[in-house]
C-alpha cells in the first residue's frame, strides 16, 4: 500500500515518494476492506455523482446542437410551417443549456455543503509549494518520467489543473456567454437580458460572443477528450478507481501496487 | 424673424391646418407613437423656431447624405425648408471657402447651447490628424469647435458611430469614432452603413418634436429603431427555424426565398431596422433582394468577416482559420495526443507488468 | 515669372492668391489655390486632394469575395460603380464567367447610377452655380409659367404652383434662417438667368430632389438597398423566380414591374425636365463655352463600359467607348489597356506619397504607397495650419495618374468626345442637336459649358439604355433562362494559389480601374485609379498640370472673393475626393525595401 495523498487538504503532510510508508491519513473516510487487495475510500457523494452524469449528457446534446445551430443540416423540402428542425436543434440547445446552468448551481451549491472533496474544483490552490510540486511530479508522470504514480482521494493536481481551468471556468463562460445571447431573442424586458446582457457589451458586436462561444464548445471538447482518456489511463495504471468512483462514490486503492 | 416657428412657416407658405395636422398624424404613426402623440406633434411645430444644424464631414463617403436625401416621409426639402436650418453640410451648401468656414463660427457664438452638430465621417488622429484636412487644419480641431456649445451631437453612420471601413485593420489613418473625441455632449449614434434614411429623418423629427433625445441603449443608439436584430423581424426567419436554406448562389432554395444563413448573413447579429423600416419607402432590404446583411450597422462589422461565413475569421490563425477550424484541429491535436500516449501508457504498463511478475519469481 | 508646362499651360503665380477651402457641393474635401492677374483672370490654379483613408492597405488579407463591399465604400455618391468595378476584376482574376442575365442587371444597376447620380449632380450639386435663388423672389409667377410651358409639357407649369413655390421661398428666406442657401453668392454679377427662369429652376431643385430618391428604388429591387446595394462575384445576388413556387421571394413580376415604371418615370423626369432646364440655362451662359476647357481639347481618355453581351469586355462589345485621344487628334482614338504597364502610371513627385525612386511612375499591379505628409518650404502657415500651400513641393494626397506620360481629362465629356469621334450616331446625333439649338461650334464642348452639357446628354442616354437593358432582361426571361449567379468557382478551393486581375467600368465621373493580385485565398494587393485622381491630380516630374488646374487657368473672375467662376468649372467635372485618395500598396513596399538594399 502506497502513500495516499489527499488533496482536499491544505496541511502540507509532505510527500512520500519511495511509498514504503504504510500511513494513510485519510483514514477518517477508509473503509477498512472492500477485499483483499483494495482499500476504499468514499469520496464523492450522491449529489456530485448525479450531477456529473446529468452534466454529460446536458455538454454532449449542447455541443451537439450547438454545432448543428453553427453549420446546420442539410436543408428541408417543402413549406416553411411544414418544418422545424433547426426551431428543434435550437429549443433542445437551450433545454440542455438550462440544465446545465442550473447543474453548475446545484454543484455551486454542493460545494458549499457537501463533503471536501466537493469543493475542490472551485479553487486552484496554486500558491501553495506542495500543490505546485505535485503538480510538477504528476507532469513528470504523464510523461514517463516517474516509475509510480503518486495516488489521491480527490482529483490529482493535473485532473485538478483540468477540472478547473479547463472545465469550470469554460462553462462559466458558456454560461454567461450562452445567456447574454439568449437574452437578444428574449428581449430587452427578460430576466435574461437584465443579468447577462452586459456580456455584449464587453465586444460591441455580438457575432463576436457567437464567435468565442464556439471557442469555449472546442475548449470543453477539447477537455471531454482528455477527461476521458485520462480517467480510462489513471484506472489502468495508477492503481485507484477513477471510472468507478463517479458510479458508487468509492475510491478503491489497490493495496498491491 | 429668426424665430419664426414651423407652424408659421407651414402655414404661411400656404400650407392648410388641416395638412399640417395630417403630416402630425403620419409622422406620429410612423414612429410607433399612439394618436395622442399627433396633437404634441402639432403644438411643438406651432410653438419652436427651426433649430440650426451643422452638418460636418469627416473621413466618409458622403453614402449618409446621399442616404438621408431618400427620404420618403418627411420629404427631405421639407426637413431643410421647415424643420431644420440646415446652415452648414458641405455636400449641399451653396456657400464654399471662408463664406462656409464663416457659418460655423457664427453659429456656435450666435446659438450657443442651442444648435445640433450632426457629424458624417470621423477623424482621423494619427500625422497630426492630418490625413483630413478642411480649412487647412485638421478635421478634428474644427469638430471639436463645432461641438464646444452644442446642444447634442448626432453621429450618422457607420464612420462616426464605430469608424466603419477606414478604422478596419489596420486603421491606417487611426480613425476615430466621434464618441471617442467628443466626450462632454449627449451623442446619438445612428450606425449603418449608411443609416436607413427614413431612420435618419426619424429621429431629426423625433427629436424636433418632443424636444428631447430618443431613449438610447447601452451602445448610444435610439431604442426605437435599434433595440432588435434584424433576424428577429426576417420575413425569411419561417425558413430559418424550418432549417431551409439557400446553400449555393442562384439555387433552387434562393429563387424560393430560403433562409440566407449558410450565406453567412449577419442578419442574427445585427440590431438594426431593415427588416422592419425596410429600404427606399420600405421597398426591400438586403435579405429580401438576396443577399446576406454584412451587418453594418455593427461595431467593427467589417473585422467579422467574411461576409459569406457565418463564422468569423479569426486574426493571427491563418488563412480561412475560423472557430471551427481552430477548434477542429485542437481537438484532433488532442485525440492524437491521448492515442500516442495511451499507446505509450499500454508498453509501460506491460513492461511494469512483465518486471513485477519476475520480481515475483525471483 | 511666368512658367509653361510641357503640356503647353502657362502659369503665372505672381499674382494674387485665391484659397478656397472647402470646396463645397463636391464629394469629399478638396482645397483650391488660384493665382489671378490684375485683371482678375485665373494665371495659376492649385488643386489640392486633402483627404486620405488607406483603403488598399486595409484590403490586404481579406477574402476577395468582399473586395467589392470595401471598395464601395470609397464613394457614396457614384455608390456600386466601385463595387461592379471590383467584382470585374476578382472575375477577372479567377476566370468566373457570369451568366448573361448578371451582365444585364449589371448594366441596369449602373445605367441607374448614371441616370440618378447626373441628375442629382446638375440640380443639388451643380445648379447653384448657374441659378440665384434669391432673384428668384422677384419673379413674375405668370411668366415663370409661360417659360417653363415654352420649354417643356411638364405638367407641373402653372402660374399657381409657381406662386405657391415663390410664396414657401419668400417665407423661408424671410425667417433669416437660410439653411442650405446661407451665405451664397447671391446677387454676384456672373449670375445671368432672369428670375423667371431662377424661380423654375428652384421648382426643379425641389421637384428633383424628391425625384432623385425613386430613381435608385431599381437598386433596392436588386441590390436590396441604396446607397450601398449588394454585389456578389460570379453574378448578381437577386435570383430571379416569376413563374413558380416561391415567387414572391424573389425577383418576380411585381418587382420588375416597380423597375419598368420607374424607367418611365425618369425618362419623363429627364427629358421634360432636366434637359430643357440644361439647355434654357445654357443659353444664358453661352460665354462659358470659352473657358473652363483645360484639357478637353487635348487629351481625353475612356475605359468603356456597358458590355452589351456578357463576359465580353473587348471595346466592340461596351456601349461606352474606350479609347484615347492626344492632343487633340480626334481623327485618332489610341487603343487603351489597363494591363499594359507602359500606358497607365502614377507618380507622386507632388503628392504625400514615398517612392524609392520618384521620377518614374508605376503601373498600378506594383503601385506603391507609403503616405508622406510633407509641405515644401514656401508654404504659408504651419503643418497643422496652412494658409498658402507650396505647389512646388508635394502638396496633395492624389496622386498623379499618366497615360503613356500624358495628363488625361476624363468623364462625360471624354466619353462624349470619344463617341463623337468614333462617329457613334447615339453620341453624335444628340450632340450636333444641342449644338445647333445652342448655336456654337464642335469647339464649344471643349468648355465647363460642354462638360456640364455632355453630363445632361449622358444622362437621357442612361435612361434609354437602362429602358433597353430592362427590355432585354425581359426577353432572356422569356426565352427561359432565369440564371443570375454562377457559383462554380465560388469556393477558395476551386482557385489558383496566384491571381491576378483588372476591372473597369466608367464612373458617373470617368475612368475607372481596379487591379488586386490574390495569392492563397486572400488578396495580396489591391489598388484603385479613379476618376477624380485623373481629373484632380497634381503636377508630375515633368510637371504637366491636372485637369482641373489647367481647366481653371485663363478664367476671368468678378469678384476674386466670391469665387462663382472657381465653383463652375470644379463643378462641371463633379469630384469625388475620398474616391481619388485611398492609394496604398503593401505588396510594393516589399519592392521597396529589395530596391534600397
Redesign the interface.
Known amino acids: 500500500m502506497g502513500y495516499i495523498f489527499d488533496s482536499t487538504s491544505a496541511v502540507d503532510q509532505g510527500a512520500d515518494p519511495d511509498g514504503k510508508k504504510e500511513n494513510f491519513y485519510a483514514d477518517d473516510y477508509a473503509k477498512p476492506v472492500v477485499a483483499d487487495e483494495y482499500r476504499s475510500v468514499y469520496v464523492y457523494e450522491a449529489p456530485i455523482r448525479l450531477w456529473h452524469w446529468v452534466n454529460v449528457c446536458a455538454v454532449i446534446t449542447l455541443m451537439i446542437t450547438g454545432y448543428l445551430i ?8 417543402g413549406e ?8 428543434y ?2 429549443y433542445a440547445h437551450f433545454a440542455a443549456g438550462y440544465v446545465f446552468a442550473v447543474g453548475i448551481l446545484v454543484r455551486f451549491w454542493w460545494g458549499a455543503v457537501g463533503n471536501r472533496f466537493a469543493r475542490q474544483v472551485f479553487y486552484l490552490p496554486i500558491w501553495s509549494r506542495r500543490w505546485t510540486s505535485e503538480l510538477a511530479y504528476q507532469l513528470r508522470w ?1 510523461t ?1 518520467l516517474e ?1 509510480k504514480p503518486l495516488r489521491y482521494l480527490g482529483h490529482n493536481p493535473l485532473a485538478h489543473v483540468a477540472m478547473t481551468a479547463l472545465f469550470l471556468y469554460p462553462a462559466l463562460f458558456m454560461i454567461a456567454t450562452g445567456f447574454a445571447m439568449y437574452s ?2 428574449a428581449g ?1 424586458d427578460s430576466w435574461q437580458h437584465a443579468i447577462f ?1 452586459w456580456v455584449i ?1 464587453i ?6 460572443v ?2 468565442w462561444h ?2 469555449g ?3 470543453i ?2 477537455f471531454v ?2 477527461h476521458v ?1 485520462a480517467a480510462v ?1 489513471e484506472d ?2 495508477s492503481g485507484q478507481s477513477v471510472i468507478g468512483v463517479m458510479f458508487n462514490g468509492e475510491r478503491l486503492f489497490k493495496r498491491k501496487f | 424673424m429668426g424665430d419664426a416657428t414651423f407652424y408659421d412657416l407651414f402655414r404661411r407658405q400656404g400650407i392648410s391646418r388641416r395638412s399640417i395636422l395630417k403630416f402630425c398624424g403620419l409622422t406620429a404613426a410612423s414612429l410607433g407613437l399612439p394618436p395622442a402623440a399627433a396633437a404634441q406633434i402639432a403644438q411643438a411645430l406651432e410653438t419652436k423656431p427651426r433649430i440650426p444644424v451643422l452638418w460636418l464631414h469627416g473621413l466618409e463617403c458622403t453614402c449618409c447624405s446621399e442616404s438621408f436625401i431618400r427620404s420618403g416621409h418627411p420629404l427631405v426639402k421639407d426637413v431643410v425648408l421647415s424643420m431644420i436650418s440646415l446652415d452648414y453640410d458641405d455636400t449641399i451648401m451653396a456657400a464654399a471657402g471662408h463664406q462656409a468656414e464663416a457659418i460655423i463660427e457664427e453659429i456656435v457664438e450666435t446659438y450657443k447651447g442651442r444648435y445640433i452638430v450632426a457629424v458624417e465621417g470621423n477623424p482621423p488622429l494619427a500625422n497630426d490628424g492630418m490625413y483630413c484636412i478642411v480649412g487647412g487644419k485638421p478635421f478634428v480641431e474644427r469638430l471639436r469647435y463645432a461641438c464646444r456649445d452644442a446642444q447634442a451631437v448626432i453621429a450618422w453612420g457607420s464612420c462616426a458611430s ?1 469608424g466603419c471601413v477606414q478604422a478596419a485593420r489596420p486603421n491606417p489613418t487611426q480613425a476615430t469614432p466621434v464618441h471617442k473625441v467628443i466626450t462632454d455632449k449627449p451623442i446619438v449614434k445612428v450606425p449603418g452603413c449608411p443609416p436607413i434614411a427614413e431612420v435618419m429623418t426619424g429621429v431629426i423629427s423625433y427629436i424636433l418634436t418632443f424636444e428631447r433625445l430618443p431613449e438610447l441603449d ?2 448610444g443608439r435610439p ?1 426605437m429603431f435599434y ?1 432588435q ?1 434584424i433576424h ?1 423581424k426576417c420575413y425569411r426567419r ?8 439557400v ?1 449555393k448562389w442562384d439555387d433552387e ?1 434562393a429563387r424560393k426565398g ?1 433562409c440566407l ?2 450565406m453567412g448573413c ?1 442578419g ?2 445585427t440590431y438594426n431596422a431593415c427588416s422592419t423600416v425596410g429600404w427606399n419607402d420600405g421597398i426591400s432590404f438586403p435579405i429580401k433582394s438576396g443577399h446576406g446583411c454584412i ?1 453594418c450597422s ?4 467589417w473585422d ?1 468577416g467574411p461576409f459569406y461565413s ?3 475569421q ?1 486574426a493571427g490563425f491563418g488563412i480561412e482559420a ?3 477550424t ?3 484541429t ?2 484532433t491535436g ?2 492524437a495526443v ?1 492515442a500516442v ?2 499507446g ?2 499500454a508498453v ?2 506491460l513492461r ?1 507488468t512483465r518486471q513485477r511478475d519476475k520480481d515475483e519469481q525471483g | 515669372m511666368t512658367i509653361t508646362t510641357p503640356n503647353g499651360f502657362t502659369l503665372d503665380p505672381s499674382g494674387k492668391r485665391v484659397v478656397i477651402d472647402p470646396v463645397t457641393r463636391i464629394e469629399g474635401h478638396l482645397r483650391l489655390e488660384v493665382n489671378v492677374d490684375s485683371a482678375n483672370v485665373i494665371r495659376n490654379a492649385v488643386s489640392v486632394g486633402t483627404m486620405w483613408r488607406g483603403l488598399e492597405m486595409i484590403l490586404k488579407d481579406r477574402d476577395p469575395r468582399d473586395a467589392w463591399a470595401f471598395t464601395q465604400r470609397i464613394c457614396g455618391v457614384c455608390t456600386g460603380t466601385h463595387a461592379l468595378t471590383s467584382v470585374r476584376a476578382v472575375e477577372a482574376a479567377l476566370g468566373i464567367p457570369i451568366p448573361e442575365n448578371a451582365n444585364t442587371i449589371r448594366n441596369i444597376m449602373q445605367a441607374t447610377l448614371y441616370t440618378h447620380d447626373h441628375l442629382v449632380h446638375f440640380y443639388h450639386l451643380h445648379a447653384l452655380d448657374w441659378v440665384d435663388v434669391l432673384s428668384a423672389l422677384k419673379a413674375d409667377p405668370n411668366a415663370t409659367s409661360a417659360l417653363a410651358r415654352s420649354l417643356s409639357s411638364w405638367p407641373l407649369s402653372s402660374p399657381g404652383y409657381f406662386k405657391d413655390l415663390q410664396l414657401r421661398l419668400t417665407r423661408f428666406v424671410e425667417s433669416g434662417q437660410l439653411g442650405p442657401f446661407k451665405n451664397g453668392y447671391w446677387g454676384h454679377p456672373a449670375y445671368k438667368l432672369p428670375p423667371e427662369a431662377n424661380l423654375m429652376a428652384v421648382a426643379h431643385y425641389l421637384e428633383a430632389l424628391t425625384f432623385q430618391k425613386e430613381i435608385v428604388k431599381i437598386h433596392t429591387v436588386f441590390g436590396g438597398k441604396n446607397p450601398h446595394p449588394n454585389w456578389l462575384v460570379g453574378g448578381v445576388p437577386s435570383a430571379i423566380n416569376v413563374d413558380s413556387v416561391g415567387a414572391v421571394g424573389a425577383v418576380n413580376m411585381e418587382r420588375l414591374d416597380l423597375v419598368s415604371s420607374i424607367i418611365d418615370r425618369a425618362i419623363e423626369f429627364i427629358e421634360q425636365v432636366y434637359i430643357p432646364d440644361l439647355l434654357a440655362v445654357a443659353s444664358f451662359y453661352k460665354d462659358w463655352a470659352q473657358w473652363g476647357g483645360g484639357l478637353a481639347g487635348r487629351n481625353l481618355l475612356c475605359y468603356g463600359d456597358f458590355p452589351e453581351k456578357a463576359n465580353d469586355y473587348g471595346a466592340d462589345n461596351l456601349a461606352f467607348p474606350r479609347g484615347a485621344i492626344i492632343d487633340g487628334n480626334l481623327n485618332e482614338i489610341h487603343q487603351v489597356s489597363l494591363d499594359d504597364p507602359d500606358q497607365i502610371r502614377e507618380f507622386v513627385t507632388h503628392s504625400w506619397y514615398k517612392y524609392p525612386d520618384e521620377g518614374k511612375g508605376l503601373h498600378p499591379y506594383d503601385g506603391i504607397t507609403e503616405p508622406n505628409f510633407v509641405l515644401g518650404p514656401a508654404t504659408e502657415g504651419k503643418k497643422t495650419d496652412i494658409r498658402r500651400i507650396d505647389e512646388g513641393a508635394k502638396y496633395s494626397y492624389l496622386k498623379a495618374p499618366r497615360w503613356r506620360g500624358h495628363a488625361m481629362e476624363v468623364g462625360p465629356l471624354a466619353r462624349w468626345v470619344m463617341g463623337y469621334a468614333q462617329g457613334r450616331p447615339d453620341y453624335k446625333e444628340p450632340t450636333d442637336a444641342v449644338l445647333k439649338k445652342l448655336g456654337v461650334p464642335v469647339g464649344a464642348l471643349f468648355s465647363t459649358l460642354g462638360r456640364t452639357a455632355a453630363r445632361g446628354l449622358e444622362c437621357q442616354w442612361s435612361a434609354h439604355k437602362l429602358k433597353g437593358y430592362f427590355n432585354k432582361l425581359m426577353a432572356t426571361l422569356k426565352a427561359g433562362d432565369f440564371a443570375t449567379a454562377n457559383a462554380d468557382k465560388w469556393e477558395p478551393a476551386s482557385w489558383p494559389r496566384a491571381a491576378r486581375g483588372s476591372g473597369f467600368s466608367e464612373a458617373p465621373r470617368g475612368a475607372l480601374g481596379h487591379w488586386v493580385q490574390i495569392a492563397d485565398g486572400r488578396i495580396a494587393n489591391y489598388q484603385c485609379v479613379v476618376p477624380t485622381t485623373w481629373n484632380g491630380s497634381p503636377r508630375d516630374p515633368q510637371g504637366n498640370i491636372g485637369a482641373y488646374e489647367a481647366a481653371l487657368l485663363g478664367t476671368p473672375m468678378a469678384d476674386p472673393s466670391r469665387p462663382l467662376e472657381i465653383l463652375r468649372t470644379i463643378h462641371s467635372f463633379d469630384p469625388c475626393l475620398a474616391c481619388s485618395t485611398h492609394i496604398m500598396g503593401p505588396d510594393g513596399q516589399e519592392k521597396a525595401v529589395v530596391r534600397v538594399l
Not at chain 2, 419561417?238 to 436554406?245: E, L, M, S, T, V
Not at chain 2, 455593427?298 to 462589422?301: D, H, I, L, M, T
Open positions: 453553427g453549420v446546420p443540416l442539410p436543408s428541408a423540402n416553411a410551417s411544414e418544418w422545424f428542425v433547426m426551431g436543434i435550437r504523464q514517463f516509475r437578444e431573442a430587452r446582457y457589451d465586444w460591441g458586436n455580438t457575432i463576436d457567437h464567435l464556439r471557442m464548445m472546442w475548449t471538447a477539447c477528450i482528455v482518456y489511463r489502468i495504471m | 464605430n447601452r451602445q431604442m433595440s436584430r428577429d419561417a425558413h430559418f427555424d424550418a432549417g431551409q436554406y446553400e432554395n430560403f444563413y449558410k449577419k442574427p447579429t451587418g455593427e461595431e467593427g462589422f467579422k457565418r463564422l468569423t479569426v475560423n472557430a471551427d481552430i477548434g477542429r485542437a481537438a488532442a485525440l491521448a500516449h495511451g505509450l501508457s509501460k504498463r511494469d
